[in-house]
């Protein structure tokens, strides 16, 4: 299987950068084929523009400003996003990556009756997001409702593929956790990685 892995965080040394290289080495262990794709190291623009913008309904939509990320997803089988969750959502670099990556045309099409989109993702069967948290569990799921999983799973999962696996690891209260739960965590990630 081809793996596109997508790393959002912008520290090279970050706990994020240690899960994506164990994804990614658990991966190629099994046979995969890794895509690294490191949105930070590679100066991704989360920016939608102005044209971008306005041409969002036109057919085709114009996704040649991001063309490498576009063939890059449409060649992959699989989805690995790796990112810490700032204020219960994504970094503005991952968000600017669904937003500008999975396009009309791309990740979904226009229903011609209006309102509904039509899932176009068909080539991804899994979509895994490898996570951290400041925050403890219970605050997470208890208090806010996990809005990241809700919005990976029941948005842009099931809006743009309606067979895949879904799964999210979380490493929570990342801000006290110690080396032994980062471990932990990594060895998780890696045996999780491992079985795809």
Known sequence: MRILLVLAHPLPESFAASVARTAREALETSGHVVDLLDLYAEDFDPRLSEAERRAYFDMPYDTSAVADAVARLRSADGLVLVFPQWWFNFPAILKGFFDRVFAPGVAFTHDAAGGRIVPQ???????????????????????????????????????????????????HDMDRATEARRKAHLERVRKALAAV
């Open 121 to 171: 993702l068909t080539n991804i069967r899994l979509l895994y997001a490898l996570t951290t948290t400041g925050s403890p569990w219970w605050l997470v799921h208890l208090y806010m409702g996990n809005p990241v999983r809700r919005l990976l799973k029941r948005g842009i999962a099931n809006f743009c593929s309606k067979k895949l696996v879904f799964r999210m690891l979380s490493l």
